[in-house]
């Protein structure tokens, strides 16, 4: 039992997919395409909702 639920593991999961496939160099717009998304910017939102906060608060989490 991971204590999520299967959505919250289905989107943890695809972030950590993201993460890797930056690391090799694959653009924002493969990555969402990789992930099945149709468009890129319904990941970001998608992944926005995920974690609770939207595109600038996000940028900001990166940083620090």
Do not use: Q
Request: with cysteine.
């Amino acid at each position: 039992n991971t204590g999520m639920t299967f959505r919250e593991f289905r989107m943890r999961k695809r972030i950590e997919k993201e993460c890797y496939l930056l690391s090799i160099g694959f653009t924002k717009k493969e990555i969402a395409y990789e992930l099945g998304y149709a468009h890129p910017n319904n990941w970001s939102r998608a992944k926005s909702r995920a974690l609770g906060c939207d595109k600038r608060n996000s940028k900001k989490m990166i940083r620090v």
